[in-house]
Each structure stands twice: as C-alpha cells, then as structure tokens.
C-alpha cells in the first residue's frame, strides 16, 4: 500500500484487493476467500451483501434519500415504530444520526442539558464514544468506577459515590473497548436503582452490543434494567453508516420541554431510516436473534475446547457472538503472527497485541462448520508454532 492515496491511520492493511462478499465470506481479486469474524468492523450482523437489504436501499434511493430536517417521511416513522418497539418504549421517539459516536455523543449532550445532577457515572476502561465528551471525560464532570477494585459488594463498592449528585450513568454492556469484559450483573443493577432513586437518568451504549451481539436484542437484557437513552450503531444498519438514539417517553417529554436543539446534514433520512427498518424486519421474520444465542453456544464450546488444548490459552470469555480469547503474556509470544497466519489460512479475527487476545464477533448468519474449522485452523497454528498444548 505505499502508494496508497488512501490514509490508514497507522493501520496495516494485510489484503488491498477485497472486492466482493457473500454473507461472512469475503473475496478478493484473486479469487481466495476469507470468513469474516469480526463482521466487518461489527457492522453486519446479517452478513455482507444481504440482499433484502441491499433491495430495501434500492427501493428508497428510487423515492428519496435525503431531505432537510425540517421535513420527514412516512419511512423515518415507520423505523422510529419498529425500534421502539424493540425497548417497549411506549410514547417515547427516535433520532437517526450516522454514526455510533454520534449516537452516543447526542444521548449524552441530550442528558446534559436536562439532569438535574451535576456528573455523568461510567465504568473506567469502557469505550463510549470516539470524539466529543463521552471520549474525552473530563474529571469535572464525570466520575468513574474501576471495576479491578470491585469485591462482589455492591453496598460497598458504592458507598462513597455520592449519587445525590450524579445526572446519569453511562453504560457499556461488555465490549470493554474491544477486551470483551462483562460488567457484574449485581453491581449495575444496584446503579440503575441508586440512579432513579435520585431522579437521574441511565443511558445505554448498544454500537457494540446491540442487534443480536450478545445473543439478545440488546447486551444491557442480559442484566434486567429498563434504560431511559439507548444508542444504536453499526449492526442497526448492516454496514450502511446509520445510527438511532432511542428515547423514553419520560426522557423525550423532558427534551422537547428544554431548550435543546441539534441538527445534522443527514438527521432522520429516508434511506437510512429505510435501511434500520428492513434490518429489523429481516431479523425478526429469520428469527435470528434465537438463532444468535444457538449458534454462540457452539462458538463458546469450540473456544473452551481450544483453551484445554492449548496451555497457552490463559482466558476464553465473552457472550453470545462476542467472544475473546486471551493468551498468556509472554513477551516472546507470536501474537501478531499468529494473527496473520490465521488470515492467510482464510479467517479473520480482531486482536488487540495491548492485551494478548483475539476477538470473534461474527454475524449471526455464520454457520457451525465455519466456526469449527476457523477453530481447527487456529489449533494447527498453534501447534505449529510449538506453543504448549
């Protein structure tokens, strides 16, 4: 790629020549296909080139795909109906952004301008936003909590928050930045209820988590909470740049009582809109998300299976189709390479050299045989490289 015009931000690109898909296949211009495991960038979960939704693009474009914000279409509500039904948020509304970040930048600017407390809650480490005041977190406005110092009392670990002065808490329901680490349930049901007892408000960041990931519609109901903002990105639109902050009826009352104006170039447009309205449609009438939650039971088995093979393998964890598989940190350890090797087998994982792991998160379209001869591949890989087994 060195005479590339395109600008990678430090990123190695390992294949320049992608140039066609087929759900969680990708091909390149010589013909060798690779089984994506990281759904893209966590973008499809219904895997690439879906054509019910490439169709309901088609369909739209040939109507409209922009307009001012000022102005809407029949298709905006229809998408806003069907997320909301999703949270059972009666009486509540949606916007559509273009990005995750956004998303969550908006759902938090939101809260800002209506909570009565003076500081955002978060867990440290987890990410909520690339830009804007979720990322940069300033102290005078945000407390976090370490979960390395939590010991399984939720009382106690809480004792010193003075939640009488916190406005909302912002929660990411496992992705950890890409180091998949599942917040306790205990623990953040204790948030919720210290939160609302204190009139405040408790935001959901689903970019990662949301549209099937954890095997649920949704990671933050595998800890049974009812949030008030939810922030929706990536999956939502199946690789098509389009996002949705989902609000409460409670919180939506609140907003358009205030003074709080946003508007943005392509704010609620059809073709987005049209696109989180068949995403929705597809994996509701294919029963996917069932299907998501079977198929992550096979991932997790071929995983554990894996780690008792390979002594190197210090920590498989994860949910649904968000799993990691941590190796032990030895500074000699081939990581990287191991990574490429996968690749060049026909596999794509994400891996993070920071924190010695790979991450699977593939779509909920991936089939059981891919799962177990990605797995295969990794294993002779391993054994290869003399690693214990």
């Given at each position: 790629m060195?005479?590339?015009?395109?600008?990678?931000?430090?990123?190695?690109v390992?294949?320049?020549?992608?140039?066609?898909?087929?759900?969680?296949?990708?091909?390149?211009e010589?013909?060798?296909?690779?089984?994506?495991?990281?759904?893209?960038?966590?973008?499809?979960?219904?895997?690439?080139?879906?054509?019910q939704?490439?169709?309901?693009?088609?369909?739209?474009i040939?109507?409209?795909?922009?307009?001012?914000?000022?102005?809407?279409?029949?298709?905006v509500?229809?998408?806003?109906?069907?997320?909301?039904?999703?949270?059972?948020f009666?009486?509540?509304?949606?916007?559509?952004?273009t990005?995750?970040s956004?998303?969550?930048?908006?759902?938090?600017?939101l809260a800002?301008?209506i909570?009565?407390g003076?500081?955002f809650?978060?867990?440290e480490?987890?990410?909520?936003?690339?830009?804007?005041?979720a990322?940069?977190?300033?102290?005078?406005?945000?407390?976090?909590?370490?979960l390395?110092?939590?010991?399984?009392?939720?009382?106690?670990?809480?004792?010193d928050?003075?939640f009488?002065?916190?406005?909302?808490?912002?929660?990411e329901?496992?992705?950890?930045?890409?180091?998949?680490?599942?917040?306790?349930?205990?623990?953040?049901?204790?948030i919720?209820?210290?939160?609302?007892q204190?009139?405040?408000?408790?935001?959901?960041n689903e970019?990662?988590?949301?549209?099937?990931r954890?095997?649920?519609?949704?990671?933050?109901?595998?800890?049974?909470?009812?949030?008030?903002?939810?922030?929706?990105?990536k999956?939502?639109?199946?690789?098509?740049?389009v996002?949705?902050?989902a609000?409460?009826?409670?919180?939506?009352?609140?907003?358009?009582?205030?003074?709080?104006?946003?508007?943005?170039?392509?704010?609620n447009?059809?073709l987005?809109?049209?696109v989180?309205?068949?995403?929705?449609?597809v994996?509701?009438?294919?029963?996917?998300?069932?299907?998501?939650?079977?198929?992550?039971?096979?991932?997790?088995?071929?995983?554990?299976?894996?780690?008792k093979?390979?002594?190197?393998i210090k920590?498989?964890r994860g949910?649904?189709?968000?799993?990691a598989?941590?190796f032990?940190?030895?500074?000699?350890?081939?990581?990287?390479?191991?990574?490429?090797?996968?690749?060049?087998?026909?596999?794509i994982?994400?891996?993070?050299a920071?924190?010695n792991?790979?991450?699977f998160?593939?779509a909920?379209?991936?089939?059981?045989?891919q799962?177990?001869?990605?797995?295969e591949?990794l294993s002779t890989?391993?054994?290869?490289?003399?690693?214990?087994?």
């Amino acid at each position: 790629m060195a005479n590339s015009k395109i600008l990678n931000c430090n990123y190695d690109v390992i294949n320049p020549a992608i140039i066609s898909s087929d759900n969680c296949r990708i091909i390149d211009e010589n013909g060798k296909e690779y089984i994506d495991f990281e759904s893209g960038i966590w973008c499809v979960p219904l895997g690439h080139g879906n054509k019910q939704i490439n169709d309901a693009m088609i369909k739209q474009i040939n109507h409209i795909s922009h307009i001012g914000y000022r102005y809407s279409a029949k298709i905006v509500e229809e998408a806003a109906e069907k997320v909301l039904a999703l949270l059972n948020f009666d009486g509540g509304k949606c916007v559509f952004l273009t990005s995750g970040s956004e998303a969550v930048e908006f759902g938090i600017q939101l809260a800002k301008k209506i909570m009565k407390g003076q500081y955002f809650l978060c867990l440290e480490n987890y990410f909520l936003s690339s830009y804007g005041v979720a990322a940069n977190r300033n102290k005078d406005s945000w407390i976090s909590l370490d979960l390395s110092e939590y010991n399984g009392n939720p009382d106690d670990f809480l004792k010193d928050v003075a939640f009488e002065k916190i406005g909302a808490f912002v929660f990411e329901p496992g992705s950890a930045s890409g180091l998949v680490k599942l917040p306790p349930k205990e623990l953040i049901k204790a948030i919720e209820r210290k939160i609302k007892q204190n009139g405040g408000i408790f935001i959901v960041n689903e970019v990662t988590t949301g549209v099937g990931r954890t095997g649920k519609w949704f990671g933050f109901e595998h800890y049974d909470i009812c949030p008030d903002i939810v922030s929706m990105g990536k999956g939502i639109g199946n690789g098509y740049p389009v996002s949705v902050i989902a609000l409460s009826k409670r919180v939506s009352d609140s907003a358009e009582k205030s003074e709080f104006r946003y508007s943005q170039s392509h704010q609620n447009d059809p073709l987005g809109c049209a696109v989180v309205k068949e995403v929705i449609t597809v994996i509701e009438n294919n029963h996917y998300i069932k299907r998501s939650a079977e198929i992550s039971i096979i991932l997790e088995h071929e995983l554990k299976a894996l780690q008792k093979k390979h002594k190197c393998i210090k920590d498989v964890r994860g949910v649904g189709l968000m799993f990691a598989i941590e190796f032990y940190n030895d500074e000699n350890f081939p990581l990287e390479r191991i990574h490429r090797e996968l690749f060049d087998a026909g596999y794509i994982t994400g891996f993070l050299a920071r924190a010695n792991l790979f991450r699977f998160d593939p779509a909920i379209t991936i089939e059981a045989e891919q799962i177990k001869k990605m797995i295969e591949a990794l294993s002779t890989i391993l054994y290869k490289k003399g690693l214990p087994r």
